[in-house]
């Protein structure tokens, strides 16, 4: 054992830090679900109403739109991309792209996957374009702003309706009580944690994230990485879109005003890290669902949407300063 001049083992020392990271981890790992759950009985214990199985499937319905978005936008953060300013545009699009098509007569199955793969296209371009070298923060900014102007355009700023969407698997079916699209978010959540865990395009992403210089020279395509993981974007986009409108029936460019803020959010304080490289799916996922309960309490509470915004901005910031604490501080 070699001893250091302040008298400790190095070996002891290295197992110090072992531990140390260990517990960190653990932290980490923990503290989402503490969370969650310290604000259920927060809602269950100061709000009346909360505990129903009405409003409870409200969260989740609410957590679903939000979840499937930021599921999406994991794969754009993992890889060391950053972020996406264009979810509530992309979104909308893909809401909007699926009403105007059943609006023309064409049954519901084929316009839903039009519309899907016309985001999927816009989401898949963007990542072309940062790939490219350009600033993923700026390019998603002006996309949203294209991508609003266009749709815009096309409805003249109406709310487009077609009713006949209402009447669709995605409205009508439900198990348990509970409607389809939160069983989508679910397998879906459950598609993309596989994709990133066992698929080998999963694990290039979250390498590229890590370290983009060892993942250039190990060969992996860094272009192709990237396009994929705004192109799945574009996918979880354009399903919530979907969901969005055949819940509703109907939409307009303005709708879902804080989604971006709401889905960015959710990937934020479900500890995926915003340099790449750290977190997952399921943890995102799990940060809609904590950021939708924390928006109910508040509204059931009678707070203004500006409280709303502050509260859940605060709590953003206080686990990205805690997470970059657990994950830097011991290295």
């Known amino acids: 054992m070699t001893s250091t001049r302040s008298g400790i083992s190095a070996p ?25 759950i310290a604000v259920l009985i927060i809602g269950f214990v100061t709000t009346a109403g909360f505990g129903s ?12 739109i ?26 909308m699009m893909g809401a909007i792209s699926y009403l105007l098509l059943v609006k023309t007569g064409l049954p519901l199955a084929i316009a839903m996957l039009i519309a899907i793969a016309l985001v999927c296209l816009a989401g898949a371009v963007q990542g072309l374009i940062v790939a490219a070298g350009f600033n993923p923060v700026i390019t998603t900014l002006a996309a949203g702003s294209i991508i609003f102007g266009i749709m815009t355009a096309i409805t003249g700023g109406k709310v487009i309706v077609a009713e006949a969407v209402t009447g669709s698997f995605l409205n009508q079916w439900a198990f348990l009580g509970i409607t389809a699209p939160v069983y989508v978010f679910i397998v879906f959540t459950a598609a993309m944690q596989w994709f990133v865990v066992r698929s080998v395009p999963g694990r290039r992403m979250k390498l590229i994230g890590a370290n983009r210089a060892t993942a250039r020279i190990s060969g992996i395509p860094l272009r192709t990485t990237t396009t994929v993981a705004f192109g799945l974007f574009g996918l ?64 059931l509470q009678g707070h203004e949407i500006g409280v709303r915004l502050a509260v859940s901005g605060t709590l953003v910031a206080l686990v990205v300063i805690a997470l970059h604490y657990l994950r ?4």
């Open 66 to 91: 939000v979840g499937i978005a930021a599921v999406g936008m994991t794969a754009i953060t993992l890889s060391g991309s950053y972020i996406s300013l264009a979810a509530q545009q992309l979104v």
């Open 328 to 331: 830097g501080a011991h290295r």
């Open 236 to 299: 979880a986009a354009a399903v919530a879109g979907v969901c969005v409108a055949s819940r509703l029936g109907q939409g307009s460019t303005n709708d879902l005003q804080t989604l971006t803020f709401d889905v960015l959010a959710a990937v934020l304080v479900g500890g995926t890290a915003i340099q790449g490289g750290q977190g997952s799916p399921l943890r995102s996922a799990t940060g809609a669902v904590l950021i939708a309960a924390l928006s109910n309490v508040m509204v």
């Open 53 to 64: 199985a009405e409003n409870l499937t409200s969260i989740l319905v609410n957590a679903s």
């Open 12 to 36: 002891v020392e290295k197992t110090d830090r072992r531990w140390t990271g260990k517990i960190r981890h653990n932290v980490d790992a923990a503290a989402l679900p503490i969370l969650l």
